[in-house]
T-cell receptor, first 112, second 113 residues
């Protein structure tokens, strides 16, 4: 099993550009989530999904969109990038039995 | 709503010394509790977790944590710290109905030789 994979590892954008961060898991997990990590702020939940076709907002959803068309994939879209979205983004998945999160390696995003 | 507090932003210890990282949570029922570790430039790895049963939980890399309901705490301990333990540590609380756990802000562990 590859676990949770994320692409790309690094990305530099200009203000106003759009892009999609990819996340996939091969553990047949129901739940998937996106976090951003900023110094001193810990992990903040952006969006999450409890199954294919079902998504909901987390703590900091503004400026981000998600969709969940399959169990495996949970892409995060930045519609119009802003410097405030410079961060490290982590995708995670978990099964129905408990809340244990399995994390991807992260994407470091810089918006100029 | 559930919440987690990690009171210490940074902790500095000498190699070989004992370690205790504090975690306090807020949740009405019996929580699910987790400790994760993040090495520099890496993702998060689960150290240990508590759902029920024995309140002293053993994890990987020689870590343990004790659930104390009366104090709403789940402190992480290690008897002898190694230089490779230098990392960011996150406590998290979840429940059967919340799907996604809530994370604390993290404690950065610095290990002096």
């Amino acid at each position: 099993n590859a676990g949770v994979t994320q692409t790309p590892k690094f990305q530099v954008l200009k203000t106003g550009q759009s892009m999609t961060l990819q996340c996939a898991q091969d553990m047949n997990h129901e739940y998937m989530s996106w976090y951003r990590q900023d110094p001193g702020m810990g992990l903040r939940l952006i969006h999450y999904s409890v199954g294919a076709g079902i998504t909901d907002q987390g703590e900091v959803p503004n400026g981000y969109n998600v969709s969940r068309s399959t169990t495996e994939d949970f892409p995060l879209r930045l519609l119009s990038a802003a410097p405030s979205q410079t961060s490290v983004y982590f995708c995670a998945s978990s099964g129905q039995e408990d809340n244990e999160q399995f994390f991807g390696p992260g994407t470091r995003l810089t918006v100029l | 709503a559930q919440s987690v507090t990690q009171p210490d932003i940074h902790i500095t210890v000498s190699e070989g010394a004992s370690l205790e990282l504090r975690c306090n949570y807020s949740y009405g029922a019996t929580p699910y509790l987790f400790w994760y570790v993040q090495s520099p430039g890496q993702g998060l790895q689960l150290l240990l977790k508590y759902f029920s049963g024995d309140t002293l939980v053993q994890g990987i890399k020689g870590f343990e944590a004790e659930f104390k309901r009366s104090q709403s705490s789940f402190n992480l301990r290690k008897p002898s710290v190694h230089w490779s333990d230098a990392a960011e540590y996150f406590c998290a609380v979840g429940s059967g109905g919340s799907y996604i756990p809530t994370f604390g802000r993290g404690t950065s562990l610095i290990v002096h030789p």
